[in-house]
């Protein structure tokens, strides 16, 4: 009860004052993740997890659509060669799925599975690279008992090498938000439980990382920001906009020094993730979450869950870049087995 009192009057106060402006864009679902912008056709897509659902909503009109995958979802990235062609994590799977107005979601193809020794883990974030290799981690079960430690990983994954793909980190606890710098010489990554945002040299040619070294420290900045450090992204500076799951916020950092810069509120305790978009890559899109709220804070926090744009913040993002695993949902040069 304490927390959401201070975390209305924080709201209350970032909207009297000037500032960024947050504006709520989607009804509330019970957990959206995964925010990703594709510049091909100004949308939005983000995942509901737990049902597995992936939204795509249109910048020009506003109209937001939805198709339900039988486990849980995330990320959803779409293809380089297709744009109606997403490349998604499902339960511990990676799947083709397309989606256009003719053939609605109803072709769907396993990719790869992964990590049979922790059955019950799952993917929870994705991007990516320059060359479209996906750079995607899972997670290990979350139960009424907490988290189960040290099972997930961090794979990269090309056609060359995506069954197994190639284990990038292991082991991790909850593989969460990547994102690379604007030279592409750093990949900045987030193992939630540790409160810390990691920077290793990256060499895109090969797809390789090295020299790890701890570029952000929730740690460093008690009793100013609270939560752990979810999804992530970074703008044309190199700071690193990172979402806040039980803290309210999405925070700026500065990539090299390690400095917190800004704190953004969001109308949400749980914040998922956020991703740079709009026509000019200048709107920051937030998800945020009501899966572990209890019904008085629901009642609270009326918009948790819902996907927030927040304008105004001088400055704007880097393109994503999209998935270059298959030609098409039939190409055979990757993955072979229908779901």
């Given at each position: ?196 945002v990691v920077e290793y040299s990256y060499n895109n040619e090969k797809g390789e990382i090295s020299d790890r ?100 913040l001088d400055t704007k993002g880097l393109p994503m870049y999209d998935v270059d695993l298959l030609q098409s ?11």
């Amino acid at each position: 009860m304490k927390t959401s009192i201070i975390f209305v009057t924080i709201w209350a106060l970032v909207r009297a004052v000037p500032g960024p402006g947050v504006y709520q864009l989607t009804d509330p679902v019970d957990h959206s993740e995964s925010p990703t912008w594709d510049t091909r056709n100004n949308i939005l897509y983000f995942v509901n997890i737990h049902e597995g659902e992936i939204y795509k909503y249109d910048y020009e009109t506003g109209q937001i659509d939805s198709i339900k995958l039988d486990g849980e979802v995330a990320p959803a990235i779409p293809s380089k060669a297709d744009p109606n062609l997403l490349i998604a994590g499902l339960n511990r799977s990676v799947v083709a799925v397309e989606w256009n107005s003719e053939s609605p979601a109803t072709d769907r193809r396993i990719l790869t599975t992964v990590s049979t020794e922790f059955p019950t883990s799952r993917f929870n974030d994705g991007k990516a690279d320059k060359e479209g290799r996906l750079w995607i981690g899972t997670m290990g079960y979350e139960g009424p008992n907490g988290l189960t430690p040290d099972e997930g990983v961090f794979y990269e994954m090309t056609c060359d090498n995506f069954d197994p793909p190639l284990i990038k980190i292991a082991p991790v606890n909850i593989s969460n938000g990547l994102a690379w710098n604007k030279a592409n010489d750093k990949l900045y990554y987030i193992d939630t439980p540790t409160g810390q945002v990691v920077e290793y040299s990256y060499n895109n040619e090969k797809g390789e990382i090295s020299d790890r070294r701890v570029a952000f420290d929730m740690n460093d900045h008690i009793g100013v920001i609270t939560g752990s450090p979810d999804g992530m992204t970074i703008d044309e500076d190199d700071n690193l906009w990172v979402a806040l799951y039980g803290g309210g916020a999405v925070i700026k950092v500065d990539s090299s020094s390690g400095d917190l810069l800004q704190v953004v509120a969001l109308p949400a305790e749980d914040v998922t993730s956020a991703m740079w978009g709009g026509p000019d890559l200048d709107v920051l899109f937030v998800t945020t979450s009501r899966y572990s709220l209890t019904e008085e804070e629901k009642q609270q926090q009326p918009a948790a869950g819902a996907v927030f744009a927040v304008i105004g913040l001088d400055t704007k993002g880097l393109p994503m870049y999209d998935v270059d695993l298959l030609q098409s949902i039939n190409d055979q040069d990757c993955g072979s087995d229908k779901l």
